[in-house]
């Protein structure tokens, strides 16, 4: 199964970026393989809609469980249109999100924000 | 010299000081004028001049609409939709309704022409008028994003009263709906509380109008015997001060009984048509110099 986060650091000790569509940089891991790459989020500079750029992103790489801390209403549609599952995932490092997850130790995200451009409250 | 009658914008980098206040009185007492209220999420100037409706016009804006039988999932329209308002789920384009910024580019670009548009209502424009005043208000439908659409036409409106002097109420802050507001302003007002918090609002607007390259000057609202820090900023950066009104309770008693000060009081007639004398030197000093340039 292949994940992704999102990450300040190209690295799988990073810390998890607190934002999803502006993270600078998706970490995807294999499960299987236990191999790790990872991509600039082109949509970082995006005007709006960085979360639904950023979706798309995860769901072309045919990822299957993406772990963040948080996730807007539009990337919540984009992903589970694409049936892409989202976990909330714990404070620390990305290792320590992946093997929490393989564990099962992670739930499902389960409340999404609105979008904040031109609503900036 | 030529002296066409100028379009004021007034705006401020927060609600509740006193914009509308501002706009309002100084088209009161200009005579002949047009008001353009453009804060279309709630406008409020319409309570003070109760005009008379004369028109209503509803706004639409475009919506691309997919047709997922000729649709072939090349994805073109979904890389070049800079506002990021479409996705491809499951090999088809989906529609962002609310981030669309109805360009219909898309729709131009499809190879298949697989999208079309759809008209989704957004808003009103209303006209009016109130004693010699031309009053337009633009309202947003709650729940739409963006009240863009309604004030570029509220602003296509006012072209056909270019011979008169008009006052357009800005929305609060320095977002891109302030920005379509003041587009076509010959002239900026700022207008400014006596706080900290104050400055800290009004830099932003003073940031906003200069990079615009708009004249601007500011007034300084509410104001009490004592510091004001606000007074201060406009010295320390040498932006003129247009006036002052004073925080006052009989103008704090009229605006609240939705009563327009310049057409109630002597005293506050008298202050606007002054402050409006002294905004006009400025537009007129202004044209000026932008002519010499």
Do not use: W
């Amino acid at each position: 199964m292949k994940i992704a986060i999102p990450v300040n650091e190209q690295s799988l000790e990073s810390n998890v970026c607190p934002s999803f569509g502006r993270a600078p940089y998706f970490l995807f891991y294999d499960t299987v393989t236990k191999e790790s790459y990872c991509l600039d989020n082109s949509a970082v500079a995006s005007q709006g809609g960085a979360g639904i750029r950023a979706a798309q992103v995860i769901a072309d790489h045919g990822v299957k469980a993406l772990l963040t801390p948080r996730c807007g209403e539009n990337a919540e549609k984009v992903l589970r249109k694409s049936e892409v599952l989202a976990y909330k995932s714990i404070p620390g490092t990305v290792q320590q999100n992946i093997d929490a997850l393989i564990a099962e130790q992670l739930v499902l995200l389960s409340d999404f924000h609105p979008g904040f451009h031109g609503h900036g409250k | 010299m030529e002296n066409k009658p100028a379009k004021i914008a007034v705006l401020s980098g927060k609600g509740g000081t006193g914009k509308t206040l501002v706009s309002v009185n100084l088209a009161a007492v200009a005579g002949k004028s047009v008001y353009i209220d453009c804060d279309v999420e709630e406008p409020n100037g319409y309570l003070f001049f109760k005009p008379q409706v004369t028109r209503e016009e509803d706004i639409m804006v475009k919506i691309p609409v997919i047709n997922e039988i000729l649709c072939n999932g090349c994805r073109k329209c979904v890389d070049f939709c800079k506002f990021n308002a479409l996705a491809l789920i499951k090999n088809k384009p989906y529609v962002f309704e609310e981030v669309c910024h109805s360009c219909g580019g898309c729709m131009l670009l499809c190879p298949e022409k697989a999208i079309s548009e759809k008209e989704k209502l957004i808003g009103t424009v209303q006209k009016g008028v109130s004693n010699h005043v031309t009053v337009t208000t633009g309202i947003l439908n709650t729940g739409q994003a963006s009240g863009i659409p309604i004030i570029k036409k509220l602003l296509e409106e006012s072209l056909s009263h270019e011979e008169l002097p008009t006052f357009i109420d800005c929305p609060p802050g320095s977002a891109c709906i302030v920005m379509e507001s003041i587009k076509d302003a010959d002239y900026c007002i700022l207008v400014a509380e006596p706080t900290v918090f104050g400055v800290h609002n009004l830099n932003m607007v003073y940031d906003l109008v200069r990079l615009f390259k708009k004249p601007y000057g500011v007034v300084l609202n509410k104001c009490l015997n004592g510091k004001n820090p606000a007074e201060k900023f406009c010295m320390d950066k040498n932006i003129p001060i247009l006036g002052k009104i004073p925080f006052h309770t009989e103008l704090g008693t009229l605006n609240s009984d939705a009563k327009i000060a310049a057409r109630e009081s002597e005293r506050f007639r008298a202050l606007f048509t002054s402050l409006l004398e002294t905004v006009m030197k400025e537009v007129r000093h202004e044209t000026a110099v932008d002519s010499e340039r």
